[in-house]
């Protein structure tokens, strides 16, 4: 390129005239390589990489070639590679607004860049898809499925398919519109064989429908319910009991009595090996009133071990098989949602012990989710949400200028 001048208008804006120093192109009919110039376009003006934050805009007139060889010696515009037909910016702005818009709103965006919401967008759709690019997928060997709701008390679930690399990175592979077996058990169906092949374990709830789907397509891997959602319902369970004796006991004790146990809940949701010397005394003075509820405490403390132990998958089956044996015999009611979903997916659950894998990266992805919708006081376009995410997670290494 070769600058023929430069000006600035009142505003501070900087516009440089510029000319391409290329001779030739490829006749956009026969394909040929023109030499022959016919002349000039009308001036294109494209908004370029700011200086010193004043915008900048290139006004170019592209070159036109006649082809000898073709009926009618049609004429090429010769097309540089830095900027695309029919966008009004160059490609490294559109970089630049890119990287801008990592962690941040279209409407932020257009306020700062002065450009508008429609301008935006479209430079998304121009760069970025509205789902995976299987050819860009490395190999995945950890794939995670959760749901989360677009819409908070609506239960409008959609699928977060989630895929963790050899190396570590995390990639979203897709954003399912509801949480069937089906729906589920499609998307995995139309993954490419190279990446189905890779994964060997699947991260999941204990939601039947991901399970199953799993099973169906993915036979080679090993399905991880994951620890925390086994660890929330049954410490849900020891909560609702604390909940339901404390209830009682208010009714029960005297006033004076009752407050000298505020603030149990805390201690009570801690592991004993964390409780303070305080926190102790208030616990073992609860348990004084309610013996059921130290039970509940004890057998919660006995499972918790059994996952924070270093076991072997069969080891960990047989203590687990013990515990529910002994949690079923003890006449505990807020364990029974928890013994039967034990039952169930006994083996899923202790396929945990053999590589210690869990939802964490899926569980991370959807807080990520969960600050997306609130900096966007929500999204409820599929495709517009596999796009932000998309960005959010690989904006910097796509667009920073360091990785070109």
């Not at 190279?194 to 939601?207: F, G, L, P, Q, S």
């Not at 949602?337 to 990266?361: D, P, Q």
Request: charged share 30%; proline share 4%.
């Amino acid at each position: 390129m070769q600058v023929l001048h430069v000006e600035q208008n009142e505003r501070g804006e900087c516009t440089i005239t510029v000319e391409s120093t290329r001779e030739g192109t490829r006749c956009r009919l026969c394909g040929r390589e023109l030499k022959e110039l016919h002349g000039v376009d009308e001036p294109l003006t494209l908004r370029h990489l700011p200086i010193l934050g004043r915008p900048v805009y290139l006004r170019l007139r592209p070159k036109r070639y006649r082809c000898p060889d073709c009926e009618g010696g049609p004429t090429t515009t010769q097309q540089l590679s830095w900027y695309s037909a029919k966008s009004p910016h160059t490609k490294a702005y559109e970089k630049y607004v890119l990287l801008q818009l990592v962690h941040a709103t279209i409407e932020d965006l257009s306020i700062k860049e002065d450009l508008g919401a429609k301008a935006i967008e479209g430079i998304v759709e121009r760069w970025i898809s509205r789902e995976v690019q299987w050819g860009e997928v490395k190999r995945v060997k950890i794939l995670g499925l959760d749901e989360i709701a677009l819409k908070k008390g609506h239960r409008d679930f959609v699928v977060i398919v989630t895929g963790k690399a050899t190396s570590g990175e995390v990639k979203i592979l897709a954003v399912l519109p509801d949480r069937k077996k089906q729906t589920v058990k499609q998307f995995l169906e139309r993954m490419p064989r190279r990446v189905k092949r890779a994964i060997r374990t699947v991260c999941t709830d204990m939601y039947e429908g991901f399970i199953l789907a799993v099973k169906e397509v993915l036979s080679q891997a090993q399905v991880v319910i994951d620890r925390y959602h086994v660890a929330k319902l049954y410490r849900a369970g020891a909560d609702r009991l604390r909940t339901q004796e404390l209830r009682r006991l208010k009714q029960e004790l005297p006033k004076e009595d009752y407050a000298k146990l505020k603030g149990a809940m805390w201690p009570f949701r801690k592991k004993a090996v964390d409780l303070e010397v305080e926190e102790q005394a208030l616990l073992t003075r609860l348990f004084t009133y309610t013996p059921t509820l130290q039970q509940a405490y004890a057998y919660r403390e006995q499972v918790t071990g059994i996952f924070d132990a270093p076991l072997s998958k069969d080891a960990a089956l047989h203590q687990l098989t013990d515990w529910q044996q002994r949690g079923s015999a003890s006449g505990l009611s807020c364990y029974d949602s928890f013994l039967l979903t034990l039952e169930k997916w006994k083996e899923e659950i202790a396929n945990y012990f053999l590589a210690r894998h869990n939802s964490g990266f899926v569980e991370g992805l959807n807080n990520k989710i969960k600050v997306l919708k609130r900096r966007c006081y929500g999204i409820f376009n599929l495709a517009h949400l596999f796009q932000p995410l998309f960005l959010d997670l690989e904006g910097y290494q796509r667009f920073a200028p360091t990785t070109g």
